[in-house]
């Protein structure tokens, strides 16, 4: 598949930094590739620490002028930046698609979805409040005000190639901070698009700036923005391993985190529950991006009493999903993203039924289609000892467990270092108290399997991470506060 774009130069090789395009100092580089046909899109710069040490002098460079723009100024230039991303939707998507796999549909989805952080922050930018404390002594006035963290890091993941570099990055900008970002080894592409937009839409040079690398260079170049004293923030999505390393290491320079990490997530269905809305819920939770996102149902309880009707309904589903390239506009299911991807999805398959899982519809790869295709899949009678329990498999894979009771399900829902998100549907308005409180996730879908918005706080607890994105939450994670005493006032 050839990338046809109107706007040929969105599709970016080199790093932008300080306003400007350019290579990486050493003048590597490495290969982008399709994940459909493993096909090379194109050679984009392969950073290192000098990379990234350009990126944090021109974002120290800015950053005064930046933070102090009124609040206004950055509202508009966030709003043109919005227009922009939504004006070039088509090429965004292309570009994606592209690089990740995902149908040219979600693609759109996703590009609407990113481009709504941009707006609400934008909005944001001009409710930044302080607030005068009541006198406690006469002759002083307190008051706490909230002023930009400083240059933030921003580093994501390949599975949401715009959505998660654009709510980390608007509300950075809203908040008067300047940004060095580095995408996923695997998606550079989108993120570099996104870059030109906003550079188009006028933000400033150095305010914004963006850069590719390998992963192992990438460890690198992220390793100098650890250690540099003048990055005060990191906000990251990606794995709770790495998530534990970005802690462990910025612990030098005390800068403050938000980690979006890995989810286990359950989804129970009660005895109680609308099979119909549940199976609706379940397939829009797990079957999203190809089962390949943080909040995906990873552990499916069904109770008793409706367990093989809830089967029956959901195979059915499930089994009739069309997976395809993501050009082919019946698409629902494209690729995975790379090798060690769908290897891993075959080994959690293979450990679950050879430990006893029923195979209801899928169960295999689809190596007739490309290297990097699977069947979406639906698993019964799943156990604890299987490795679908206990680790997120990232694939249009549902495994299905039986559980009689209430506090069973809770019981087996928290059972794991996790908690990002966590689902369950049930028609009894007091158990759906009950268990939204007792279950132990940042984010609760009660019958409803959709739960990301920018107008919400998404984030985890436990090994999920901390911090929040979206909502007014989200600003919070870069703004810090001050509180200024005055005295000789009476
Ligand atoms: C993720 O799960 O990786 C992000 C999901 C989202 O924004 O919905």
Known sequence: MELKLKREELLRRQNLIGGEWTDAVNGAHYSVANPATGGIIAEVANSTKADARAATD????????????????????????????????????????????????????????????????????????????????????????????????????????????ARKIAPALAAGCTVVGKPAEDTPLTALALAALAQEAGVP????????????????????????????????????????????????????????????????????????????????????????????????YVQAGVFDKFAELLAARVGALKVAPATDPQAQIGPMINAKAIDKIDRHVNDAVSKGAKVLTGGKRLTEMGPNYYAPTVLAHATNEMLVTCEETFGPVAPLYRFESEEEAIRLSNDTPFGLAAYFYTQDMRRAERVSRALQAGVVGLNEGAVASEAAPFGGVKESGYGREGSKYGLEDYLSIKYICQGGLD
């Open 205 to 300: 040079p150095g305010v914004l700036n963006m850069l590719s690398a390998s992963r192992d260079q990438g460890i690198e170049a992220v390793g100098d923005w650890l250690a540099d004293d003048r990055v005060r923030k990191i906000t990251f999505t990606g794995s709770t391993a790495v998530g534990k390393y970005l802690a462990r290491e910025s612990a030098g320079t005390l800068k403050k985190l938000s980690l979006e990490l890995g989810g286990n997530a359950p989804f129970i269905v009660f005895d109680d529950a609308d099979l119909d809305a549940a199976v609706v819920g379940l397939m829009a939770a797990k079957f999203r991006n190809g089962g390949q996102t943080c909040v995906c149902p990873n552990r499916i």
């Open 58 to 165: 021109a974002a120290a460079k800015a950053a005064d002028a930046w933070r102090e723009r009124l609040p206004r100024e950055r509202a508009e230039i966030l709003k043109r930046w919005h227009a922009l991303i939504v004006a070039n939707t088509d090429d965004l998507a292309a570009i994606m698609s592209m690089e990740q796999g995902k149908p040219l549909a979600e693609a759109k989805g996703e590009v609407a979805y990113g481009a709504s952080y941009v707006a609400w922050f934008a909005d944001e930018a001009t409710r930044i409040y302080g607030d005068l404390i009541p006198q406690q002594q006469r002759g002083k006035q307190m008051r706490a005000i909230r002023e930009p963290m400083g240059i933030v890091a921003a580093i994501t993941p390949w599975n949401f190639p715009l959505a998660m570099i």
